[in-house]
């Protein structure tokens, strides 16, 4: 099996910081991508930010130049460093993993979420 966990996610004034982990665990042989999506109320998840193993990234435009991806290999950690948040960033936030684990298969892990809410 493999868990994917977050941390980091909590209350901030607007033009305030963030920064959220997420480290995967158990029967994994390699990752490909690590990335982070985010969820509002009675919108879609969408795509904040990815990062491939050999550290390429790509991020949504609305977070561009503002968020910074990167990425532990030797942990197999994930990390988002989130400035200047807006009103419009509140959102639970998912990290997700591309995994090779001991079954052979490639499968994206999702972890449970943690709620990032920015308002003064």
């Known amino acids: 099996q493999v868990q994917v966990v977050e941390s980091g996610g909590g209350l901030v004034q607007p033009g305030g910081s963030l920064r959220l982990s997420c480290a995967a665990s158990g029967s994994i042989l390699s990752i490909n991508d690590m990335g982070w999506y985010r969820q509002a109320p009675g919108k879609q998840r969408e795509l904040v930010a990815v990062?491939?193993?050999?550290?390429?990234?790509n991020y949504a435009v609305s977070v561009k130049g503002r968020f910074t991806i990167s990425r532990d290999n030797a942990k197999n950690m994930v990390v988002l460093q989130m400035n200047s948040l807006k009103p419009e960033d509140t959102a639970v936030y998912y990290c997700?993993?591309?995994?090779?684990?001991?079954?052979?298969?490639?499968?994206?892990?999702w972890g449970q979420g943690t709620q990032v809410t920015v308002s003064s």
């Open positions: 990062i491939t193993s050999g550290g390429s990234t």
């Open positions: 997700n993993a591309r995994v090779l684990s001991t079954t052979l298969r490639w499968d994206d892990y």
